[in-house]
């Protein structure tokens, strides 16, 4: 059958794909998950080929321009799961297709290419001619001889290394080559990012699962086996050995010739996680895929999946798309990491995404933590998911023993002298006495968090941004950490012009300045996002503080959570109340996580480990329940809080935010998006179920198309909730001001009908963008 036409999921904002002639010079070239080049309006832009409809509603198609690498095409799988990503998420199809894709080849880059030198004849013949070779040819003999002793045949080696090697030049190959001895062939150049982490790599000895490993373990190879979708809650405390329970999870998936699928919330988790699969999967070739990698390595990686020759993928949120085949088992390790969820369009949940993924394909998926979201406990208390609980570490060690430090007002002392108080400060001491190791933990980067006019109370904020300017005093700047503007610190204050400015607020290079001063023989070692910004800097400082190079390290985020450092006997929480009363719901489940997956960086050797963690409220009920480890308390209390208010898991959210450069337009469009979304608060629809949800059946949910409309209709008290318009909590961004309103339904079903029948409503009017966020993870 001719096909003719070809429906295409294009790269732009809308929901739904646009029908294409399919030229003859592309007839039976073109296949469905091709990308393409095509026009749409007055331009070119890539799309993808999702299938081919017998007629078009159109009359005169315009022809399809270009087909795009035929050698880069997704397969049914994807463009199934892309295709409910863009419905539930509402996002255009082509976006999240194009999304799952490197941004090299997204670009259309060429991956890059390098010469080596293939001997053309057998060793023994390159050894007897190279002792055939006069003295003016000694260069040919190096160069032969170094070539007659590499395994392989026929024997091939990087052409630079060879010249180097045989200390020659260009023109001794091109004497060999004319002789018919070489010849010379250009090889794709894709190099392992994480090489250095395979040298070194000793034989593994085998730990001894304790009982509730070894139940997991059984639970889990018995879903691989059946080769069935199900969905696992693994709740281990910190240092439980989930690790370990992933491991013989995917050995059994590589022994049946299957493939294995590993999410990380941090990147700089990653490095040591590489370390620790190929240290107990020596024998499966791994990928890694995260956005620290340059465009070029993660093509390289992205083929090494594609073409089947990674047994193992490893990487952060964007991974989720990774066409990985016959993949036979999931991993989402700390699955309650907010992280995963995107915040630029399309803004997607990779933990979600995975178990949709796990159950479009029917195979096991593992959510992993310490501290697990309570979607997620919910979910399992629902028997949605299977629970597995490890409720004790894997070590000789119990948790650490934790202490509550209340904080006073000099711990914002401008010199910093606050900051560590009088019981951690002891603790530090006696850690470097015994040369053991102290990890500081404070989500807060640069120096000073805000500059002040003592005179007038003037702070100093961003031009573009209604945030305050941070001091990094290394910089010798002040800048805004969400669009980046920075400014020279001025002597007086721009208002009242007095001299007397005050640098208030903390962050972690105040911090080292401050250790500096009380332990100067200490080596301190600061990790945050201005100190760490390549995948190989990250790398080799963790490595330095796991060899004991550092005494102290400081960092945020990148060093909360999964890192085992064995000398690691103190934590110091410096500042638990970040987080805790930001306007946001989740607020006290995430100051819990916070404080459970610190601590637990702690007594993972030989030592017992200890935690201290100042505060400011030592009494709220979250931090009260991190320090007893009851884990079940605070999720019964943040249950009664929520199911009253219908929030997340009792309810489910949609935010939309209007954003523009005029206030006034932006908030006039507030005002009418909300009056429309008001008036059909009534409506909803049962399509776009997510999976990780409570209402997610065990098996595969329907694929919604984007435009299968109303199929149901909730009226009443249980309909939507319409929250605002109101300003957002953080008003302007990069000169746009921001105006939020929160949905709130009982079921994503109610939530996508009210959507829908206000399509039109919500449609952006010029000036004004309207992004919508489903299931948000951030209420700024």
């Known amino acids: ?49 999702v299938g081919f409809p017998e007629e078009s509603a159109v009359a005169k198609l315009k022809p399809i321009r270009d087909l795009l690498q035929p050698d880069c095409r997704f397969d049914a799988h994807i463009l199934e799961l892309t295709r409910w990503v863009a419905s539930y998420y509402r996002a255009g199809w082509g976006e999240v297709l194009e999304a799952a894709l490197p941004p090299a080849i997204r670009a259309g880059k060429a991956e890059p290419t390098r010469r080596e030198v293939v001997a053309l004849r057998s060793s023994d013949e390159m050894r007897a001619e190279a002792e055939r070779f006069g003295p003016r040819a000694q260069a040919q003999a190096r160069v032969l001889r170094h070539l007659a002793g590499l395994a392989g045949s026929p024997a091939r080696e990087d052409r630079r290394a ?291 006019c003592l005179q007038c109370g003037f702070v100093f904020e961003c031009t573009h941004c209604s945030v305050s300017l941070t001091f990094h005093r290394g910089a010798g700047e002040l800048r805004c950490h969400y669009c980046g503007h920075s400014i020279v610190p001025p002597r007086d204050c721009p208002d009242c012009h007095s001299p007397r400015l005050r640098r208030s607020g903390v962050g972690t290079e105040k911090v080292v300045s401050e250790l500096e001063r009380r332990y100067p023989d200490a080596r301190v070692l600061r990790l945050d996002r201005d100190t760490v910004t390549t995948h190989g800097a990250l790398r080799e400082s963790l490595a330095a503080f796991a060899r004991g190079d550092y005494d102290i390290l400081v960092g945020t985020q990148m060093v909360a959570k999964g890192h085992d450092f064995p000398k690691v006997s103190l934590v110091g929480i410096l500042l638990a109340d970040t987080g805790l009363h930001f306007p946001d719901f989740r607020a006290a489940e995430r100051t819990f996580q916070l404080i459970t997956q610190v601590s637990g960086r702690a007594g993972r050797g030989r030592r017992a480990g200890r935690v201290i963690v100042q505060t400011f409220s030592p009494e709220h009920y979250a931090i009260r329940c991190a320090v007893a480890s009851d884990f079940r308390g605070l999720c019964e209390r943040e249950f009664d809080n929520r199911r009253v208010l219908s929030y997340p898991p009792f309810g489910r959210l949609a935010k939309l935010v209007l954003s523009g450069g005029d206030e006034a337009k932006v908030s006039a469009e507030g005002e009418r ?58 008003a302007r961004i990069q000169d746009r001001f921001r105006v939020q309103i929160l949905i709130k339904a009982p079921t994503p079903a109610a939530i996508r009908a009210l959507l829908d029948q206000s399509d039109d409503a919500i449609r952006p009017r010029k000036g004004v963008e309207i992004s919508i966020d489903i299931d948000p993870q951030s209420m700024l």
């Open 1 to 49: 059958m001719v096909r003719a036409i070809a429906e295409v999921a294009v790269n732009v904002p809308l929901r739904r794909p646009f029908h294409y002639r399919v030229p003859d010079a592309l007839v039976g070239r073109l296949e469905r998950g091709h990308r393409v080049l095509v026009p749409f309006g007055p331009r070119l832009v890539t799309g993808v080929c």
């Open 162 to 452: 060879l010249l180097a090697a045989c200390q020659t030049s260009a023109a001794t190959l091109t004497r060999l080559e004319a002789s018919g001895w070489v010849t010379e062939d250009a090889v794709l150049d894709r190099r392992d990012p994480y090489a250095g982490e395979a040298r070194g790599i000793a034989p593994r000895v085998e730990p001894q699962l304790n009982i509730d490993q070894t139940v997991a373990v059984a639970r889990i190879v018995a879903a691989i086996d059946a080769k069935e979708f199900r969905p696992f809650l693994l709740h281990g405390v910190t240092g439980s050995g989930k690790t370990e329970v992933y491991l013989r999870g995917l050995r059994r998936v590589l022994e049946a010739g299957g493939r294995g699928l590993v999410l990380l919330p941090e990147i700089a988790l990653t490095p040591q996680t590489v370390r620790r699969f190929r240290e107990g999967l020596p024998d499966a070739p791994t990928a890694v895929l995260h956005s620290m990698l340059t465009p070029l390595e993660r093509t390289g990686q992205w083929r090494e999946i594609q073409e089947g020759k990674a047994r193992l993928v490893i990487g952060a949120r964007s991974a989720i798309f990774a066409p990985v085949p016959d993949l036979g088992l999931l991993v989402v390790d700390e699955e309650h990491e907010s992280t995963y969820k995107q915040e630029s369009s399309p803004r997607y949940n990779a933990r979600d995404i995975a178990v949709m993924r796990a159950s479009l394909l029917g195979v096991p998926i593992v959510l992993g933590s310490a501290t697990p979201s309570l979607e997620s406990v919910h979910n399992a208390r629902r028997g949605k998911y299977e629970l597995l609980e490890l409720p004790r570490r894997a070590t000789t060690h119990d948790l650490p023993r934790v202490t509550v430090v209340p904080l006073e007002n000099s711990f914002y002392q401008p010199d910093g002298k606050g900051l560590i108080a009088d019981p951690l400060h002891r603790l530090v001491l006696e850690q470097l006495r015994e040369r053991e190791q102290t990890l500081l933990y404070l989500n807060r980067r640069g120096f000073s968090t805000y500059l002040q």
């Open 673 to 730: 998006v909300g009056a429309a979304l008001r008036r059909n608060a009534t409506a909803g629809s049962t399509s776009g179920q997510s999976p990780a949800d409570d209402d997610a059946a065990a098996s595969a949910p329907r694929i919604a198309a984007p435009s299968d409309g109303l199929l149901a209709v909730l009226r009443g008290e249980g309909g939507p909730q319409i929250l605002g318009p109101a300003a957002a909590p953080i």
